[in-house]
T-cell receptor, first 111, second 113 residues
Framework: KQEVTQIPAALSVPEGENLVLNCSFT??????LQWFRQDPGKGLTSLLL?????REQTSGRLNASLDKSSGRSTLYIAASQPGDSATYLC??????????FGTGTRLKVLA | NAGVTQTPKFQVLKTGQSMTLQCAQD?????MSWYRQDPGMGLRLIHY???????DQGEVPNGYNVSRSTTEDFPLRLLSAAPSQTSVYFC????????????FGPGTRLTVT
């Protein structure tokens, strides 16, 4: 059964720091992995989708890597800003039709 | 292109009442799903659909009903609301199952008293 873990659960950093968020999964037979951002009281916004054949995907200051063999993905945020404060979730497909989500990392970037 | 829309944004129900949460997408996506999000439990799949006329259960289907008569719409029905159904409900869609990016609606915050 696929399980997804995100550590740490919460993170507080000063503005300008580069930071790494972690996502671990137990079943490496995945098609892809998706990272989302969720602002308080809002829906999920897709940040990056990284396919199983890719090792990295970049969008602006965000870079996601995927290592299927070790069951890990990292989301790297460069030069963090207060506007990056949100909860970040990762999700992987499980079986043919389902997605399994981690419980998220709550990020606070201090001005 | 509105993406995934959900109505209402907020709802308060009394125990035993029924209601329908609406979800629509305008991206011609095959796959649509409903999740509930609860503190400490993350997102859990309630029901999903892989096309018009085809639905199936997710992890936590009890107390909920769905149908998919068109590609665009995927309503979620609460048959007899219970306080345990107090949650935030999200609808999501993607082009197809498993391999494509998921898009989420803004959510419906439901309180059952």
């Amino acid at each position: 059964k696929q399980e997804v873990t995100q550590i740490p659960a919460a993170l507080s950093v000063p503005e300008g720091e580069n930071l790494v968020l972690n996502c671990s999964f137990t079943d490496s037979a995945i098609y892809n992995l998706q990272w989302f951002r969720q602002d308080p009281g809002k829906g999920l916004t897709s940040l990056l989708l990284i396919q199983s054949s890719q090792r990295e995907q970049t969008s602006g200051r965000l870079n996601a890597s995927l290592d299927k063999s070790s069951g890990r993905s990292t989301l790297y945020i460069a030069a963090s800003q207060p506007g990056d404060s949100a909860t970040y979730l990762c999700a992987v497909p499980s079986g043919t039709y389902k997605y399994i989500f981690g419980t998220g990392t709550r990020l606070k970037v201090l001005a | 292109n509105a993406g995934v829309t959900q109505t209402p944004k907020f709802q308060v129900l009394k125990t035993g009442q029924s209601m329908t949460l609406q979800c629509a997408q305008d991206m011609n996506h095959e796959y649509m799903s409903w999740y509930r999000q609860d503190p400490g439990m993350g997102l859990r799949l309630i029901h999903y659909s892989v096309g018009a006329g085809i639905t199936d259960q997710g992890e936590v289907p009890n107390g909920y009903n769905v149908s998919r008569s068109t590609t665009e719409d995927f309503p979620l029905r609460l048959l007899s609301a219970a306080p345990s159904q107090t949650s935030v409900y999200f609808c999501a869609s993607s082009y197809s199952r498993g391999r494509y990016e998921q898009y989420f609606g803004p959510g419906t915050r439901l309180t059952v008293t």
